[in-house]
Protein backbone atom coordinates (compact mmCIF):
# COMPACT_ATOMS: atom_id res chain seq x y z
CA UNK A 1 0.00 0.00 0.00
CA UNK A 2 0.66 3.62 -0.10
CA UNK A 3 3.89 4.90 2.16
CA UNK A 4 4.53 8.13 3.62
CA UNK A 5 8.35 8.82 5.06
CA UNK A 6 8.57 11.41 7.65
CA UNK A 7 11.78 12.27 8.87
CA UNK A 8 13.14 12.52 11.45
CA UNK A 9 10.74 10.81 13.93
CA UNK A 10 12.65 12.89 16.88
CA UNK A 11 14.22 15.85 17.48
CA UNK A 12 15.41 18.15 20.20
CA UNK A 13 17.02 21.27 19.08
CA UNK A 14 17.74 24.67 21.52
CA UNK A 15 16.02 27.90 21.64
CA UNK A 16 16.31 29.94 17.97
CA UNK A 17 17.80 27.42 16.01
CA UNK A 18 15.84 25.98 13.05
CA UNK A 19 14.51 22.60 12.50
CA UNK A 20 13.33 20.80 9.00
CA UNK A 21 11.30 17.90 8.92
CA UNK A 22 10.87 16.03 5.48
CA UNK A 23 7.97 14.35 3.82
CA UNK A 24 8.42 11.74 1.46
CA UNK A 25 5.50 10.09 -0.59
CA UNK A 26 7.64 6.76 -1.20
CA UNK A 27 5.65 5.25 -3.83
CA UNK A 28 3.27 7.67 -5.27
CA UNK A 29 3.30 10.94 -6.66
CA UNK A 30 1.30 13.89 -4.18
CA UNK A 31 0.37 16.95 -5.23
CA UNK A 32 -1.26 17.51 -2.17
CA UNK A 33 0.14 17.39 0.77
CA UNK A 34 -1.20 18.61 4.19
CA UNK A 35 0.72 19.31 7.72
CA UNK A 36 -0.77 18.28 11.01
CA UNK A 37 0.27 19.32 14.75
CA UNK A 38 -1.17 17.40 17.76
CA UNK A 39 -0.70 18.25 21.24
CA UNK A 40 -0.64 15.67 24.05
CA UNK A 41 -3.92 13.50 24.26
CA UNK A 42 -5.47 15.92 21.36
CA UNK A 43 -6.14 15.92 18.12
CA UNK A 44 -4.52 16.45 14.65
CA UNK A 45 -5.09 20.53 13.89
CA UNK A 46 -4.04 21.39 10.12
CA UNK A 47 -1.90 24.12 9.91
CA UNK A 48 -1.40 24.04 5.97
CA UNK A 49 -1.81 22.78 3.08
CA UNK A 50 1.27 22.07 0.61
CA UNK A 51 0.57 22.44 -2.97
CA UNK A 52 3.43 21.06 -5.41
CA UNK A 53 5.16 24.15 -7.56
CA UNK A 54 3.04 26.56 -5.40
CA UNK A 55 3.14 28.16 -2.13
CA UNK A 56 1.47 26.67 0.72
CA UNK A 57 -1.95 27.53 2.34
CA UNK A 58 -1.91 28.22 6.14
CA UNK A 59 -5.11 27.82 8.46
CA UNK A 60 -5.81 30.69 10.36
CA UNK A 61 -3.28 31.81 13.45
CA UNK A 62 -0.25 29.78 12.12
CA UNK A 63 2.86 31.62 11.27
CA UNK A 64 3.86 31.34 7.82
CA UNK A 65 7.06 32.92 8.87
CA UNK A 66 7.87 30.44 11.95
CA UNK A 67 6.53 27.50 9.82
CA UNK A 68 8.19 27.42 6.09
CA UNK A 69 6.65 24.52 3.88
CA UNK A 70 8.16 23.77 0.56
CA UNK A 71 6.83 20.95 -1.83
CA UNK A 72 9.62 21.28 -4.52
CA UNK A 73 8.67 17.55 -5.76
CA UNK A 74 5.72 15.76 -6.20
CA UNK A 75 7.28 13.06 -3.52
CA UNK A 76 8.81 15.72 -0.80
CA UNK A 77 6.78 18.42 1.03
CA UNK A 78 9.43 20.19 4.45
CA UNK A 79 8.19 21.98 7.20
CA UNK A 80 10.82 24.29 8.52
CA UNK A 81 10.05 25.80 12.04
CA UNK A 82 12.48 28.67 12.18
CA UNK A 83 13.71 30.18 15.48
CA UNK A 84 11.93 27.40 17.36
CA UNK A 85 10.92 28.25 21.08
CA UNK A 86 9.74 25.93 23.67
CA UNK A 87 6.18 26.65 22.74
CA UNK A 88 7.02 25.04 19.50
CA UNK A 89 7.73 21.47 20.74
CA UNK A 90 5.23 19.55 19.89
CA UNK A 91 4.19 16.42 17.31
CA UNK A 92 3.98 17.21 13.50
CA UNK A 93 2.68 14.73 11.13
CA UNK A 94 2.37 15.05 7.56
CA UNK A 95 -0.15 13.41 5.10
CA UNK A 96 -0.29 13.13 1.32
CA UNK A 97 -3.37 12.04 -0.67
CA UNK A 98 -3.64 9.85 -3.81
CA UNK A 99 -1.64 6.69 -2.74
CA UNK A 100 -4.48 5.19 -1.49
CA UNK A 101 -7.64 5.82 -3.64
CA UNK A 102 -8.80 9.24 -3.92
CA UNK A 103 -9.37 11.52 -1.27
CA UNK A 104 -8.01 8.99 1.34
CA UNK A 105 -4.61 10.27 3.56
CA UNK A 106 -1.81 8.33 4.31
CA UNK A 107 0.17 9.75 6.97
CA UNK A 108 3.54 9.92 7.87
CA UNK A 109 4.59 8.27 11.28
CA UNK A 110 5.23 11.58 12.77
CA UNK A 111 8.32 13.86 14.15
CA UNK A 112 8.31 15.08 18.00
CA UNK A 113 9.94 18.22 18.34
CA UNK A 114 11.71 19.16 21.75
CA UNK A 115 12.83 22.74 21.93
CA UNK A 116 14.84 23.13 25.23
CA UNK B 1 -16.97 25.89 8.76
CA UNK B 2 -17.20 21.73 8.75
CA UNK B 3 -16.74 20.54 12.13
CA UNK B 4 -16.34 16.95 13.87
CA UNK B 5 -17.92 15.81 17.16
CA UNK B 6 -16.95 12.84 19.13
CA UNK B 7 -18.92 13.08 22.17
CA UNK B 8 -16.80 10.12 24.09
CA UNK B 9 -13.51 11.02 25.31
CA UNK B 10 -13.23 7.42 26.34
CA UNK B 11 -14.99 3.99 25.80
CA UNK B 12 -14.01 0.87 27.28
CA UNK B 13 -15.13 -2.79 26.23
CA UNK B 14 -14.42 -6.19 27.27
CA UNK B 15 -12.57 -8.17 24.83
CA UNK B 16 -14.88 -10.43 22.08
CA UNK B 17 -17.33 -7.78 22.75
CA UNK B 18 -19.01 -5.31 20.92
CA UNK B 19 -18.44 -1.19 21.24
CA UNK B 20 -19.69 1.52 19.29
CA UNK B 21 -17.76 5.05 18.54
CA UNK B 22 -20.43 8.10 18.02
CA UNK B 23 -19.63 10.96 15.61
CA UNK B 24 -21.70 13.52 14.31
CA UNK B 25 -20.75 16.42 12.06
CA UNK B 26 -21.93 19.79 10.53
CA UNK B 27 -21.67 20.31 7.34
CA UNK B 28 -24.42 22.20 4.28
CA UNK B 29 -21.93 19.92 1.69
CA UNK B 30 -24.38 17.13 0.00
CA UNK B 31 -20.62 15.51 -1.34
CA UNK B 32 -17.82 14.73 1.25
CA UNK B 33 -16.28 11.97 2.71
CA UNK B 34 -16.29 10.24 5.99
CA UNK B 35 -13.19 8.24 7.70
CA UNK B 36 -12.52 6.91 11.25
CA UNK B 37 -9.05 6.69 11.70
CA UNK B 38 -7.01 4.57 14.60
CA UNK B 39 -3.87 6.08 16.37
CA UNK B 40 -1.87 3.44 18.65
CA UNK B 41 0.50 4.22 20.71
CA UNK B 42 3.19 4.38 18.40
CA UNK B 43 0.54 7.60 17.06
CA UNK B 44 0.79 6.44 13.50
CA UNK B 45 -2.23 7.25 11.79
CA UNK B 46 -3.95 4.15 9.52
CA UNK B 47 -7.39 4.23 8.29
CA UNK B 48 -9.96 1.79 9.83
CA UNK B 49 -12.62 2.91 7.40
CA UNK B 50 -14.12 5.04 4.32
CA UNK B 51 -17.55 6.15 3.82
CA UNK B 52 -19.05 8.20 0.57
CA UNK B 53 -21.23 10.24 1.92
CA UNK B 54 -23.41 9.17 -1.74
CA UNK B 55 -23.35 6.05 -0.78
CA UNK B 56 -26.60 4.78 0.83
CA UNK B 57 -24.58 1.59 2.03
CA UNK B 58 -22.46 1.28 5.37
CA UNK B 59 -19.30 0.57 4.94
CA UNK B 60 -17.82 -2.10 6.56
CA UNK B 61 -14.59 -3.57 6.52
CA UNK B 62 -14.15 -7.10 8.86
CA UNK B 63 -15.13 -6.49 12.06
CA UNK B 64 -15.07 -2.82 11.41
CA UNK B 65 -18.63 -1.25 10.26
CA UNK B 66 -20.25 2.23 10.23
CA UNK B 67 -23.96 3.52 10.73
CA UNK B 68 -23.88 6.51 8.34
CA UNK B 69 -27.02 8.62 8.84
CA UNK B 70 -26.58 11.64 6.35
CA UNK B 71 -29.92 13.22 7.27
CA UNK B 72 -28.84 12.95 10.51
CA UNK B 73 -25.13 13.96 10.03
CA UNK B 74 -24.31 10.78 12.02
CA UNK B 75 -21.09 8.35 11.49
CA UNK B 76 -20.69 5.82 14.14
CA UNK B 77 -18.21 3.31 14.24
CA UNK B 78 -19.07 -0.36 15.44
CA UNK B 79 -16.01 -2.15 16.38
CA UNK B 80 -17.61 -6.46 16.62
CA UNK B 81 -15.17 -8.69 18.57
CA UNK B 82 -13.03 -6.56 19.86
CA UNK B 83 -9.41 -7.73 20.23
CA UNK B 84 -6.61 -6.18 22.53
CA UNK B 85 -4.85 -4.86 19.32
CA UNK B 86 -7.91 -2.29 18.56
CA UNK B 87 -7.12 -0.16 21.53
CA UNK B 88 -5.89 2.83 20.46
CA UNK B 89 -7.43 6.89 19.59
CA UNK B 90 -10.27 6.75 17.64
CA UNK B 91 -10.50 9.92 15.44
CA UNK B 92 -13.68 10.49 13.20
CA UNK B 93 -12.79 13.03 9.89
CA UNK B 94 -14.67 15.13 7.37
CA UNK B 95 -13.42 15.50 3.98
CA UNK B 96 -14.47 17.05 0.93
CA UNK B 97 -13.65 16.63 -2.75
CA UNK B 98 -9.52 17.94 -3.16
CA UNK B 99 -9.96 19.74 0.10
CA UNK B 100 -8.00 18.90 3.37
CA UNK B 101 -9.61 16.93 6.36
CA UNK B 102 -10.97 17.57 9.75
CA UNK B 103 -10.76 15.57 12.92
CA UNK B 104 -13.29 15.40 15.85
CA UNK B 105 -11.38 15.02 19.67
CA UNK B 106 -11.06 11.70 19.30
CA UNK B 107 -12.39 8.58 21.70
CA UNK B 108 -9.72 6.61 23.37
CA UNK B 109 -10.85 3.00 23.62
CA UNK B 110 -9.57 0.76 26.01
CA UNK B 111 -10.02 -3.31 25.56
CA UNK B 112 -9.91 -5.53 28.61
CA UNK B 113 -8.97 -8.47 28.53
Known amino acids: GAVVSQHPSRVICKSGTSVKIECRSL??????MFWYRQFPKKSLMLMAT?????????EQGVEKDKFLINHASLTLSTLTVTSAHPEDSSFYIC????????????FGAGSRLTVL | AQTVTQSQPEMSVQEAETVTLSCTYD???????LFWYKQPPSRQMILVIR??????QNATENRFSVNFQKAAKSFSLKISDSQLGDAAMYFC??????????FGAGTRLTVKP
Open chain 1, 95 to 106: SAMGGSGANVLT
Open chain 1, 27 to 32: DFQATT
Open chain 1, 50 to 58: SNEGSKATY
Open chain 2, 27 to 33: TSESDYY
Open chain 2, 51 to 56: QEAYKQ
Open chain 2, 93 to 102: AYKREARDMR
